[in-house]
């Protein structure tokens, strides 16, 4: 299936694009998250959180095709 | 199903004015049930690390998620606290360094309420909403904030 991923602050720059298109097999969140640190290894040494459909999850949470999901560094506001 | 219907946009681009907070501040005049404001304004602080001195923040978020976590913590305050009205507005893009980024704004009948209520929301905000902040230095180089 086809999955985008959403990156944000210093995930964008580490991995150039706000988000990507990318195929995988259905798989879990920590499935997904080991290929991604494949695609951009500058990754793994980041602190990052998943949301999928805007909630932060366990990455033992299964992923469908039609989820949204986005690589989020800690957070900065106020 | 999330109800995007009643679901606010916090966001402002650039600071927050300090007329934009006056203005607020005057609107409450007609609400003479409240007899307690307490208000929290972020401001962008010129930290110097390593030499450098912060000039700017350029302050990015993952949009819906932020807003829907926003009203998240909106909803639960009210049902925590016993407040009249609150506003939360909170800035993206580049913020300088002595302009306020964060404007938060609670009222209740009385002041205790309104006190413990906005420790509450702004503890929330940092912890809960997905904001980023790029701290800008005079140089032109960067590093990104992170929430203690």
């Known amino acids: 299936m086809s999955l985008t991923i959403k990156y944000f602050g210093m995930l964008a720059e580490v991995t150039k694009c706000n988000e990507e298109l990318i ?4 798989c879990t ?6 290929k991604l640190l494949e695609y951009h290894p500058d ?4 602190n ?12 033992d949470i299964l992923i469908t095709s039609k989820d949204e999901i986005a690589l989020l560094p800690p957070f900065a506001g106020g | 199903m999330k109800n995007t219907t009643t679901i606010k ?3 402002v681009k650039g600071a927050i004015a300090p007329d934009f907070i006056a203005n607020s501040i005057a609107k409450h005049q007609s609400k003479t049930n409240i007899g307690a404001h307490d208000i929290f304004l972020g401001q962008v602080r010129a930290d110097v690390i390593n030499e450098k001195t912060v000039t ?3 302050y990015s978020a993952y949009e819906e998620m932020a807003n829907q976590k926003f009203h998240e913590v909106r909803e ?9 009205c609150m506003h939360i507005y909170h800035s993206l893009g580049t913020v300088k360094a002595g302009e306020i980024c964060l ?22 905000i940092k912890i809960k909403v997905p904001v980023f902040g790029k701290e800008l230095f005079e140089d032109e180089t960067h590093q990104w904030k992170v929430n203690n």
């Open chain 1, 43 to 46: 990754l793994k040494s980041k």
């Open chain 2, 56 to 58: 700017a923040i350029e």
């Open chain 2, 9 to 11: 946009n916090v966001f």
């Open chain 1, 23 to 26: 195929e995988v097999n259905e």
């Open chain 2, 76 to 84: 639960a305050t009210f049902s925590k606290f016993n407040l009249t």
């Open chain 2, 103 to 124: 404007f938060v704004f609670v009222s209740s009948a009385h002041r205790k309420e309104a006190i413990k209520a906005l420790e509450y929301v702004v503890e929330e």
């Open chain 1, 29 to 34: 969140i920590k499935e997904l998250t080991s």
């Open chain 1, 48 to 59: 990052f959180k998943v949301a999928v459909n805007q909630s932060l999850v366990d990455e």
